[in-house]
């Protein structure tokens, strides 16, 4: 096949080497993916990974450990791998299309195997107000179905769904006390 081109930087002076001038010529000059490389970016191409997510797939297909530290820092220095962005990005969803609460969204973090300096980040990111109100939606579309109930059982009830949801307690209780007075 010929030499392995690097990726990213590296090489040799591009100004030292003839221009390409055909388009045959600039299909050979592609650039060739050792083994890793391509295991890696087949897997991000599927979906964003965390750090620890990629090194345990890379060790998976048997690659050894200096090889795979060695492509996790090549990746993340050019931004293909970021704990931070993915925790980010992961508490948005979670906020947004799950209703998920706090605990919740810390647990969905740690099941992606997100470095935990990036969790406590992204957690702190939510906000306890925005946190409330999803929690009054939430309880308040679920109270209409608990109508017929007594106060109690539909409290318990209302309480159990919130607290599944990832909400804290006084979070909850607020939100369950203002659901049912309005219902």
């Given at each position: 096949m010929g030499e392995l081109i690097p990726l990213f930087g590296g090489g040799t002076d591009p100004a030292a080497e003839p221009a390409a001038t055909s388009p045959e010529a600039e299909v050979a000059a592609e650039a060739v993916f050792s083994p890793i490389e391509e295991s890696s970016l087949a897997a991000l191409g599927r979906r964003q990974l965390s750090r620890r997510e990629l090194e345990r797939l890379l060790a998976k297909h048997g690659y050894g450990e200096s090889v795979v530290a060695d492509e996790l820092d090549r990746l993340e220095s050019v931004g293909l791998i970021d704990d931070y962005a993915l925790a980010q990005h992961l508490v948005a969803r979670a906020e947004d299309r799950k209703?998920?609460?706090?605990?919740?969204?810390?647990?969905?973090?740690?099941?992606?195997?997100?470095?935990?300096?990036?969790?406590?980040?992204?957690?702190?990111?939510?906000?306890?107000?925005?946190?409330?109100?999803?929690?009054?939606?939430?309880?308040?579309?679920?109270?209409?179905?608990?109508?017929?109930?007594?106060?109690?059982?539909?409290?318990?009830?209302?309480?159990?769904?919130?607290?599944?949801?990832?909400?804290?307690?006084?979070?909850?209780?607020?939100?369950?006390?203002?659901?049912?007075?309005?219902?």
């Open positions: 209703g998920l609460g706090g605990s919740a969204v810390k647990a969905e973090l740690a099941r992606r195997l997100i470095a935990p300096g990036a969790i406590d980040y992204a957690v702190d990111l939510i906000d306890t107000a925005d946190e409330l109100d999803r929690a009054r939606e939430l309880a308040a579309s679920r109270a209409r179905q608990y109508a017929s109930l007594e106060t109690a059982v539909a409290e318990r009830r209302l309480s159990a769904y919130l607290m599944r949801r990832g909400f804290s307690p006084s979070t909850t209780r607020a939100a369950v006390q203002e659901a049912l007075r309005s219902a």
